[in-house]
C-alpha cells in the first residue's frame, strides 16, 4: 500500500469517503451505512439485501492491524476515528462539502508525510475547513453541480488546508 491509503487506512477516512461513495453510486442514505471494523481484516464489505442475505466480500488483509488497534486503544469508532465521522457529515451536508473534505485530507495527509502536522491533527485541518466551508459555499444538494464548482472548491479546500497552524508541542 502507498503511504497516503496507508494514513488514510489508520485515520478511516478511506471509509469515510467510501460511505459517500455508497451513497452517491447506489443511492443509500447515510442512516443506512454502517461502518463495521473486522478485527482480522478479512471482512472487507458486506451488502444485507431485502430478503435478509448478507453478501460479503473476504480477503486477506493487506496490512496489519496492530497498529490501528494502537492509534484507537481502547475506544473505536466514532469518536477515536473522527475522519470517519467527518466524512459521514459531509457526505449528508451535501454540495461541495465531500469535495472540499477529500482535498483537505489529502493536503493535510501530504502535511503529515512531510512531517509537517502530527497524525492526530489530520482530523483537526478536515475539521478546520470544513468549518471554513460553511461560510465560504453554501450545500445545495438539489442544485446542479459543475465540474468547475468542484475544482474550485478542491482548489479552495487545499488552500485552507495549508493555513492550519501544527501543535509545537506534538512530536512529529
Not at 438539489?142 to 493555513?163: F, G, H, N, P, Y
Request: hydrophobic content about 50%; some cysteine.
Amino acid at each position: 500500500m502507498g503511504a497516503k491509503i496507508t494514513v488514510d487506512s489508520a485515520s478511516l477516512m478511506n471509509k469515510g469517503l467510501e460511505v459517500i461513495e455508497a451513497h452517491e453510486a447506489f443511492g443509500v442514505s447515510y442512516e443506512n451505512i454502517k461502518v463495521l471494523i473486522h478485527p482480522q481484516a478479512i471482512l472487507h464489505s458486506a451488502a444485507e439485501m431485502q430478503d435478509g442475505a448478507v453478501l460479503a466480500q473476504l480477503g486477506l488483509p493487506d496490512m496489519k492491524l496492530p497498529i490501528a488497534y494502537a492509534f484507537a486503544w481502547p475506544h473505536r469508532l466514532p469518536k477515536t476515528f473522527e475522519c470517519l465521522g467527518l466524512a459521514f457529515a459531509a457526505g449528508q451536508r451535501g454540495g461541495l462539502f465531500p469535495a472540499a473534505l477529500s482535498a483537505a485530507n489529502e493536503e493535510a495527509v501530504s502535511q503529515f508525510l512531510e512531517k509537517k502536522i502530527h497524525f492526530t491533527e489530520i482530523p483537526k485541518v478536515v475539521k478546520l475547513v470544513l468549518k471554513q466551508a460553511e461560510t465560504e459555499f453554501a450545500a445545495s444538494p438539489s442544485a446542479a453541480i459543475s465540474l468547475e464548482d468542484v475544482l474550485q472548491a478542491d482548489a479552495w479546500a487545499r488552500q485552507a488546508a495549508k493555513t492550519f497552524k501544527p501543535n509545537p508541542s506534538l512530536p512529529l
